[in-house]
């Protein structure tokens, strides 16, 4: 679905959010791997925003640079409020920075991560084609809490919004709350914002109210509610409590979206996958499964119980045994990675290498069929095709001051528990014995070998034993 209108974004994101007692502003606080601003920023760009225009007050240069890392940080267009005056103050502090040319504006709150573009959307087009001034999303809550209540008149139409501070015990029985996001005609918001500025801040919180332009448009009979379908669509983050709830939403909605598009999941209370990381069909992941950042999942691939993956590539039909832990890395095609391996960044494994238990891998490519199966540290290294690499072998790339490299040839056999004194290359179809600490290249297809010789002492037990 696409937007009938252009529109750009308004956030609202000056507040310190102190309810969370945190020394971290409460827009900067992470729901599953990604601030709320970003979430927020995310779903008005994704429903067609032409610019973003975030109001930034605490924290504003932790928040800015954050924003200026994202990959639409060119749509970003931020604007500043010194001073935390209310939310219609802040509305006044980014009008300078909107478009007046953009019929529309969208604002939205910087603590409501969990709209998405599909609801924002949706709600533009219903407000254009009514032609209205101002549309409100609104939702009917069990417990409407401390959110400002819907006013409507007898025939219904929205009049007012009340805050919960400033509402009679009447008012506060109204389960219809006002979410606190809104489109408004970019003229209208151009002309009532400043009039609220003028009429002052007669109210129990002593602060300009956006929900003032409610009753200005209806003065006209040009707003009107929206009501989402979803409360939890619109559920704020105030408090931690909050934030878990809001994690467990988005969690649950990611999840169903992939089982939808193919993915098997043994066990969905138990699995996470952030809304960055993208997965392909027949992928099954086992319970405790934990997918981050821009991690990709290839048709087919099989991860077992109590994987942490974070911005790696897992290739197709690869399979990753349990309780492995994979940050910034590659696995190929048909790889076998695990039980218990850590591959760290630079990590890259080709197509039906295996990689097994207890084997640290970092900046390391495996060629094809390459095979460290036990007990290893491969760092700062190539290994070449079908070469296997024995157990308890390590790679000696830090000298104290500087890495060095380890090339390891084409269907070369490292011995058991080889120490590898980088750099240091082994030739292609080499040999090196078993417990060798190497610090010379081995020539293609010599055996190289560096360990004290054994000779056995003859008589050396009591001859006689207790
Ligand atoms: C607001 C609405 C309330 C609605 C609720 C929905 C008003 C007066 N009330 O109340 O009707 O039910 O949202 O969540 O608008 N902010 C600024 N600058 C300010 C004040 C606030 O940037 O001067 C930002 C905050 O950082 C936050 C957002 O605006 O991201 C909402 O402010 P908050 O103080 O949380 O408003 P509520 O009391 O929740
Ligand atoms: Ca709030």
Same mark, same amino acid.
């Given at each position: ?331 190929? #095609?048909? /790889?076998? *990675? &695990?039980?218990?391996?850590? !591959?760290?960044?630079?990590?890259? =494994? %080709?197509? @039906?290498?295996? $990689? +097994? ?52 040839? #084409?269907? /070369?056999? *490292? &011995?058991?528990?080889?120490? !590898?004194?980088?750099?240091?290359? =082994? %030739?292609? @179809?080499?040999? $090196? +014995? ?33």
């Amino acid at each position: 679905m696409n937007p009938s209108t252009p529109f750009q974004s308004l956030i609202l994101a000056a507040g310190m959010g102190t309810r969370m007692r945190s020394d971290t502003i409460k827009v900067l606080h992470p729901l599953l791997g990604t601030p709320l601003i970003g979430h927020v920023t995310r779903a008005a760009l994704d429903a067609g925003a032409a610019r973003v225009v975030p109001i930034l007050g605490h924290q504003r240069e932790e928040v800015e640079a954050w924003l200026r890392t994202q990959s639409y940080a060119d749509a970003i267009h931020p604007a500043f409020q010194d001073e935390q005056l209310g939310t219609a103050h802040a509305v006044a502090c980014g009008l300078p920075a909107l478009d007046p040319e953009i019929p529309y504006t969208l604002i939205l709150s910087g603590d409501v991560p969990n709209l998405d573009a599909e609801t924002l959307i949706a709600m533009v087009n219903d407000a254009a084609s009514a032609g209205c001034d101002l549309a409100v999303m609104t939702a009917i809550l069990n417990d409407p809490a401390s959110y400002g209540r819907i006013i409507r008149s007898e025939q219904g139409h929205l009049s007012a919004i009340v805050e919960f501070k400033d509402a009679t015990d009447d008012q506060r029985a109204i389960t219809e709350i006002n979410a606190g996001i809104y489109l408004a005609r970019t003229a209208f918001l151009l002309d009532a914002i400043p009039a609220i500025m003028d009429a002052g801040t007669d109210n129990a919180q002593n602060e300009y109210y956006l929900t003032d332009l409610v009753a200005l448009a209806a003065r006209n009979e040009r707003a009107i509610a929206w009501p989402v379908a979803t409360p939890e669509l619109v559920q704020g983050v105030n408090d931690r409590l909050d934030l878990a709830r809001a994690t467990d939403f988005v969690r649950r909605r990611t999840l169903e979206r992939w089982m939808r598009a193919g993915v098997t999941l043994i066990d969905p209370a138990r699995t996470t996958i952030e809304p960055t990381a993208t997965l392909e069909p027949d992928v099954t992941l086992e319970p405790d499964v934990t997918i981050c950042g821009s991690s990709h999942i290839a048709r087919g691939a099989h991860i077992e119980q109590g994987c942490r993956i974070t911005n790696s590539h897992v290739g197709p039909g690869a399979r990753l045994l349990a309780y492995s832990y994979l940050t910034d890395a590659r696995v190929d #095609q048909n /790889a076998s *990675i &695990g039980p218990f391996a850590h !591959l760290r960044p630079g990590a890259d =494994i %080709g197509k @039906g290498c295996k $990689v +097994g238990n207890f084997v640290e891998i970092k900046k390391t490519r495996l060629d094809q069929g390459a095979k460290a199966s036990h007990l290893t540290y491969l760092g700062d290294a190539h290994v070449g095709e079908n070469a296997n690499v024995g157990a308890g072998t390590i790679t000696c790339n830090y000298d104290g001051k500087n890495k060095h490299r380890t090339t390891i040839g #084409q269907g /070369a056999f *490292i &011995g058991s528990n080889t120490a !590898l004194v980088a750099p240091i290359t =082994i %030739g292609e @179809g080499a040999y $090196v +014995g078993a417990g060798s600490t190497l610090t010379d290249d081995v020539p293609p297809r010599a055996l190289g070998i560096a360990r004290g010789r054994q000779r056995n002492i003859e008589d050396w037990a009591d001859p006689t034993p207790e």
